[in-house]
């Protein structure tokens, strides 16, 4: 953090305090500065943590605990929000990490929101898997005193819709618990709906709360202090200038990753290794003209949307998604065009979604033109959603690269349907995008995916394809500081030649000997394909090895195979070379994942 | 480390070369090579094992097309091997040739076969999980590539005369023997590529020496006179002297060599000379003895001056000799006559003397691969597949389908022209020029040689039609660098690579290779080199002699002077 833009109005440290802050670290060396903040971030999280439990065990009745489970940090928005409005209201809140979350506590809790996304295949996002496997046990207690409401985020185009959220609703009533408020399962475009819900559930609440004579505000703690102190965020991104934009597959990989650089000069936007960057992108223009040619309408013609009135073709191309489909558009498409066999199909869930799964919104606009006269532009506008930036895991850190912020994205780029498709965001950055063009972003802090405090603390990163990126970041903080903790990568991708992301760098890194351990899996280099996984299972007993000496344990990379396969080896290599029944290796990742040594940031 | 008393005053003294200390730290040959081989984090050799893979044969190189662009991704250079087999007198069989031809196509980045100007084959890119598997597939086939690189004897040259085929058959067999008799006794090629097991015997090298030669070493067996091979480029040369179709001896040849470093006088391309004629029961011997003379005396300490060729003229070709006979206990008898008068090959069908047919092919470049309306690679995998003879790779980089019977000529025949293999529109200019590899795989170039070869002959061929002289041509060669693989330095006119598009041109040598041409343009682009061609190749249509090659004609002329002692006139 920038001391010097360091405020007390923007920090919550009194304007003493901040002085007091200032003269010590104007005495510090960098490295020195590094270690306090470690020093102070360990610290905070223990606070945090253990702050919670007396709080709400002393003032029994008083106090609105928000909890969220997130991947992207969409929960912990609207859980900050809804904490917010509760403030203002004079009602104690606290917004808890569901991974920090104490379930022992859960028995004495009166009020508890839940928000929370989706992950996968219906499964709770990482933060929220010990929670929501604690709440599904044996030893759940009852819930006669709980007061609670369950918010669910989610994205109509996954079958799995809010499902994580539906679990928790139903449990928590299962065991005994009150209705404050019933559930929302929010899509993509959540804002306003979220908005609505919480202040609804703020007049549920608001009159229990003044009838108790004891009520506080209790600031929440912890996470604030670490939040940069920017003017930009999500809802005012800052336009940030495109440094570099460098591919960085061969030449004849199947693959297009580039390399992103982006300044954050002159922002305030500060990040840790671990968080992601959040990024807007413009619709391909090409693709814009194609939809207004396939829907008969003028891109002039004015347009409402958030309020605001503007052209059709600027809605397009800088407000709304383009790219991802989902079944809401192909309902209200089907609709405002009165194009029948559209809406047959999506009378359909299941066939929708199939119909849906490689298809672009304008491969469905394609399929079923609309005539001339047939809708309004505004009804296009209504049926498409608002865009949601695209968030990406950092790929450096402040310490080796100041204010910039780098990136590894991998282009979205296939022929379906006889017809080219470009990712959105991939597809801006890499071909629309020219180095010295401004770009909106902001950053979503990740407190989930973070290097051990105690830089001596040896960790295993295990993030093939783009997943390397937030381990470039973590190697270059644990570089800057001066860590002596030893650092083992596992990599993997398809071809050797081709596709070894950042591949100079880490022989580098390997010959200067941060990186103690580099082990690399090519998939397709051999006839029996070799994935991380077994790099892993290669190495089962050191890697067990490293986990007794303390290790921390990162995955970073496609969740839907990858992670689970990874965490399989694990299992095995734990319940192998610990010498422990199937229950008892779960029970050790378990825990490892509650001391926050058992990390992923996956997608 | 000799059994002969070693002369000090023969000897050059000073800190050795870096060379020196790994060649002893190698434990023969073995260095980490094994350990690099598991390494799959870099796809190229580590430290001193990037020298040492060159004693099996293999050069570690990368696309230097792609190397700035991948270094930009982030990527190391597209490490690969370029493997160069062991085929004394480049004899292969159909069967051999059908499964390089298999292996180029499915293991290497190329796709190609190259006949080199040692008379072998090349794979080119090959990548390090493919390099054991090469050496295994190799062996299963009977080829190594023991030694053809590095400081050791390489792969010994045969001229490839199929006519006289007993003759050549004589000749062959001793360059077989001599190729096998100078390989290094290191059992590291079999442990490290064959897996065999590791023999617990103090290995000892007593022909090359535990730190092998100061320098790479070039053999041949020549047949008058024919000189396909170059004798005046290699370090030791047998000159096949016959009675009545009989092989009887050799006239020895040492000390020729093409080498040279730009900007240092003391290195230079020299002629090989004459010590004089041994009898056949000699030859090995007398092999072996120049070896172990240039390996003591040899230069270690200055590896631009470590050659053969710098060794002779330190201590004097008489004392060379003297040490050579000292050793062997034979004297030299007098040199037999000999003499060449040819050089190039002797394209299309020839008739041997046993009733056997011999068709020679031109291969442009020695790229045995499909080129877009000539499959070459594909027709001579066709021609392999009903071939009852052998194939011989020649010193020239073309081709010999070797050894067909009457009743096949015609089928071989419609094969090679059917995919390309004979085109009759090839200019006798073309079928006598000729290039190294250079980019993008040899790490050496400075220019383009083989790429560029196509487009400078179809240059040179409108200059001598321009001047009527289409039926003539001048042995034009290129080489990418003054190391000089397409011995450029025994051409009429002759480019090295100085930098991209930038050449130094000599000129003055002859037609059958026994003159070093000179420098006459010094790092000029092609424009420059054209209208000076153009100039001389005018003046040469009006002003020869009869019969005049152009390398005579410039000579006589005094457009560049005659390099008789390369050591005082080269440079001069």
Redesign the interface.
Known sequence: MLLSSLVAQASPLSEQQVQQLQGLVSQLNPIQQAWVSGYLAASAQLAGGQATAPAAAATTSATLTIVYGSQTGNARHVAEALAALANAKNIAAKVVDLADYKSSQLKNEQYLIIVTSTYGEGEPPENAVSFYNFLFSKKAPQLPQLKFAVLGLGDTSYEFFCKTAADFDERLAELGGQRLQARADLDVDYDTAASSWNHALIKVVEPEFAATPSAQVINWPGQAAAVSQSQYNKQQPFAAELYTN??????DSGKDVR?IEISLQGSGLTYQPGDALGLYFNNDPALVNELLSLTSLEGAAQVSLANQSLSLSEALTEQLELTQSYPAFAEKYAAASANQALQQLAADKTALRAYLADRQIIDIVRDHPAAAGAMTAQQLVDALRKQQPRLYSIASSQAEVEDEVHLTVAVVRYDAFGQPHLGGASGYLAERLAEGDKVRVFIEQNNNFRLPANDDTPVIMIGPGTGIAPFRAFLQERDARGASGKNWLFFGNPH???D????????GY?KQGLLSK?D?A?SR??AEKVYVQDKLRKHAAEVYQWLQQGAHLYICGDANRMAKDVHQALLDIVQQNGSKNAEQAQQYLDELRLAKRYQKDVY | MSQYPIKPELQVSGKLSDNERLKAESEHLRGTIKQDLSN????GFTGDNFMLVRFHGMYQQDDRD?RA????????P?HNVMLRARMPGGIITPAQWLAIDKFAAEKTLYGSIRLTTRQTFQFHGV?K?NIKPMHQFLNSIGIDSIATAGDVNRNVLCTSNPVESELHQQAYQWAVQISEHLLPKTRAYAELWLDEEKVETTETEPVLGENYLPRKFKTTVVIPPHNDIDVHANDLNFVAIAEHGKLIGFNVLVGGGLAMTFGDNSTYPRKAEVLGFIGLEHTLKVAEHVVTVQRDYGDRVNRKNAKTKYTIDRIGVDTFKAEVEQRVGVAFAPAKPFEFTTRGDRFGWVDGIDGKQHLTLFIENGRVLDFPGKPLKTGLAAIAKVHQGDFRMTANQNLIIAGVPPAQKLLIEQLAREHGLIDDSHSEQRKNSMACVSFPTCPLAMAEAERYLPELVSKVEALLAKHQLQNDHIVLRVTGCPNGCGRAMLAEVGLVGRAPGKYNVYLGGNKVGTRIPKLYLDNVGEAQILSELDNLIGQWAVERHSGECFGDFVIRQGVVAEVKVSKTDFHA
């Open positions: 460098q591919k960085i597959t061969g030449r390399h050797f030649t081709q070894f992301l950042y591949q100079t760098e880490l022989q390997l580099l690399v090519f280099d051999h | 799959d984090i870099t796809g792609i662009e991948r270094a930009a991704q982030k990527l190391e597209l990548l999980p």
